[in-house]
């Protein structure tokens, strides 16, 4: 399928956990690439800030409002006459938040169930990014980062939480799988410099990729 033969434009998804380097990499793709960047909606979020300092209170508030923007932007995204790169996808918002937050016991057996079906729902009207690039890095190096980036809403982040959601990432990427095509980088060295070769590398492989041969690359 080429690019003239599609409904829409393609995208790029990226996924990983908090500190990963996403929305660094996002930034730098969409520059490379000519194409539109797609961010998280964490400095505008009315429930972050709340999250981090009581989540047994506002898990479930703040999984539905990024599952509600996440929603939105991917349907802006499909909708859009230009190729696209994200920031997180909307499957890393059930598979991996909103599962961790259920196992801690953050949210109820009844949130969880309500959230995964309005999740279910939402899926019979997107259709999957053309690939999926995830970052990992150990969990030090995620919280060094997210120490030295001085995010006020992140300083009460738990290492066990984010131990639990790596551990979620390495298991739902495999599954990932079969959802689209995905490729797999690790950030653990990749400074601001190592950034920019990380993002070569990357287009590398996409425009390798044989299952990517339509998208319209720079």
Not at 17 to 43: H, Y
Not at 115 to 124: I, R
Request: glycine fraction near 4%.
């Amino acid at each position: 399928m080429n690019s003239s033969e599609r409904e829409t434009q393609p995208y790029l998804a990226l996924a990983g956990n908090i500190g990963v380097g996403k929305t660094t990499m996002t930034t730098l793709l969409a520059e490379r690439l000519d194409w539109d960047p797609w961010f998280e909606p964490v400095f505008d979020n009315p429930y972050l800030d709340d999250f981090y300092a009581d989540m047994h209170r506002w898990s479930f508030h703040l999984q539905i409002f990024f599952l509600s923007k996440r929603f939105e932007a991917q349907k802006q995204i499909l909708d859009n006459m230009r190729p696209s790169v994200q920031d997180r996808t909307i499957y890393e918002d059930v598979e991996i938040f909103a599962r961790t937050l259920h196992k801690q016991g953050f949210m109820s057996d009844r949130e969880y169930e309500n959230y995964s079906s309005l999740f279910q729902c939402m899926m019979e009207y997107l259709r999957p990014p053309d690939a999926i690039v995830y970052l990992r890095a150990p969990v030090d190096v995620l919280v060094d980062r997210i120490s030295t980036r001085g995010r006020d809403s992140e300083k009460t982040i738990a290492r066990a939480y984010l131990e639990e959601l790596n551990n979620a990432y390495e298991g739902w990427i495999e599954r990932a799988k079969s959802i689209t095509h995905v490729l797999i980088f690790d950030t653990a060295e990749v400074d601001n410099e190592g950034a920019e070769a990380l993002a070569d590398r990357i287009i590398a492989h996409l425009r390798a990729s044989p299952q990517l041969t339509f998208l319209p690359f720079a």
